[in-house]
C-alpha cells in the first residue's frame, strides 16, 4: 500500500510556471506508476500526465504537451510535475494517483484501483 501527498500548488498568472509534487510513503514506491489528473469546478475529472514504474515512459493529453513534464525520483520517493505556460484552462484542483499493475497510459487502471493523494488547488488567474 502506498499513500500519497500533493503539494506546489498555488495561484500563479498565466504564462507562469508552478511545480507539483506528489510524495509517497511506503518502501515500495518503486513498484507504482504514477498519473496526475485535474478537476476543474463543474467539469469531469481528466487524466493529465503518467509516468512509468521506471520512469522511462511518459503519457500526456495533448492539451498539455510541451507544458507540462513529468518526472519521478525513486529515492525520495516523489514524483514532479513542472508545469510551465500556464493558462487560465489549467486551473483545477490536481491529484496524484498510483498503480502496482495496469497500462500506466490509461486512467481505467488509476480509477478502478488506485491509491489517490488528498489533492493540490492550482488556478491561474489572467
Known amino acids: 500500500q502506498v499513500q500519497l501527498v500533493e503539494s506546489g500548488g498555488g495561484l500563479v498568472q498565466a504564462g507562469g510556471s508552478l511545480r507539483l509534487s506528489c510524495a509517497a510513503s511506503?518502501?515500495?514506491?518503486?513498484?507504482?506508476?504514477i498519473g496526475w489528473f485535474r478537476q476543474a469546478p463543474g467539469k469531469e475529472r481528466e487524466f493529465v500526465v503518467a509516468?512509468?514504474?521506471?520512469?522511462?515512459?511518459?503519457y500526456y493529453v495533448d492539451s498539455v504537451k510541451g507544458r507540462f513534464t513529468i518526472s519521478r525520483d525513486n529515492a525520495k520517493k516523489t514524483v514532479y510535475l513542472q508545469m510551465n505556460s500556464l493558462k487560465p484552462e489549467d486551473t483545477a484542483v490536481y491529484y496524484c494517483?498510483?498503480?502496482?499493475?495496469?497500462?500506466?497510459?490509461?486512467?481505467?487502471?488509476?480509477?478502478?484501483?488506485?491509491?489517490w493523494g488528498q489533492g493540490t488547488q492550482v488556478t491561474v488567474s489572467s
Open positions: 509516468i512509468s514504474w521506471s520512469g522511462s515512459s511518459t
Open positions: 494517483a498510483a498503480i502496482r499493475s495496469g497500462d500506466y497510459s490509461d486512467s481505467y487502471y488509476y480509477t478502478q484501483g488506485g491509491y
Open positions: 511506503g518502501r515500495t514506491f518503486v513498484n507504482y506508476a
